[in-house]
């Protein structure tokens, strides 16, 4: 079974930081670009970032750029999202997300872990 | 910014037809993703590439794009079809969402 589960999240105060995983499991891992998607509460999806397959290239939302930070591990066949200088407006469930080919839909995504940042 | 348009909320009675739109000036020019959040559940991909179902997602669901606006369309509409329901581009190498639209089934 094609699945990705997420872990890590938590409360944590503001300007604090947080490392979130995400671990890849019946699927090749490295063959696919992966994304982190947030969902704050009571409100839409979000884009935050992506990476490619190899973790040579990534990209990031405005509103995260310069604070998190996505990388992989395509030996653990995991991803991860490193957040730092956390604000309240980052509160939300974080999911990840694979695509099958670039440019297509996420067809697979975690549960969500969820990020509390507040004092 | 790249922005898409949906309406908040579209209602359609048990056994009738929904659609959900998708606005952004010609949007024909993308391919344009639909997702399917149930209440208190991650997203899931419904359709994708303007009018492809994924595996697993019932006939009854259909994709349109063109000129201004992307259509998710539902047919025969069941209870379990209550969900809110998102479009998705991607512009450059980012993805963008719309607001979404909860579907109600009356």
């Known amino acids: 079974e094609v699945q990705l589960v997420e872990s890590g999240g938590g409360l944590v105060q503001p300007g604090g930081s947080l490392r979130l995983s995400c671990a890849g499991s019946?699927?090749?891992?490295?063959?696919?670009?992966m994304h982190w998607v947030r969902q704050a509460p009571g409100k839409g999806l979000v884009w935050v970032s992506r990476?490619?397959?190899?973790?040579?290239?990534?990209n990031y939302a405005d509103s995260v750029k310069g604070r998190f930070t996505i990388s992989r591990d395509n030996a653990k066949n995991t991803l991860y999202l490193e957040m730092n200088s956390l604000r309240v407006e980052d509160t939300a469930i974080y999911y990840c997300?694979?695509?099958?080919?670039?440019?297509?839909?996420?067809?697979?995504w975690g549960q969500g872990t969820t990020v509390t940042v507040s004092s | 910014s790249y922005e898409l348009t949906q309406p908040l909320s579209v209602s359609v009675a048990l056994g009738q037809t929904a659609r959900i739109t998708c606005g952004r000036s010609?949007?024909?020019?993308?391919?344009v993703h639909w997702y399917q959040q149930r209440p208190g559940q991650a997203p899931v991909l419904v359709m994708y590439?303007?009018?492809n179902r994924p595996s697993g997602i019932p006939e009854r669901f259909s994709g349109s794009n063109s000129g201004n606006t992307a259509t998710l369309t539902i047919s025969r509409v069941q209870a379990g079809d209550e969900a809110d329901y998102y479009c998705?581009?991607?512009?450059?190498?980012?993805?963008?969402f719309g607001g979404g639209t909860q579907l109600t089934v009356l």
């Open positions: 997300a694979k695509v099958p080919i670039p440019g297509s839909g996420m067809d697979v």
């Open positions: 019946g699927f090749i891992f490295s063959n696919y670009w």
């Open positions: 990476i490619d397959s190899d973790g040579r290239n990534t």
């Open positions: 010609n949007i024909e020019d993308k391919n």
């Open positions: 590439r303007d009018n």
């Open positions: 998705q581009v991607w512009d450059s190498s980012t993805a963008v």
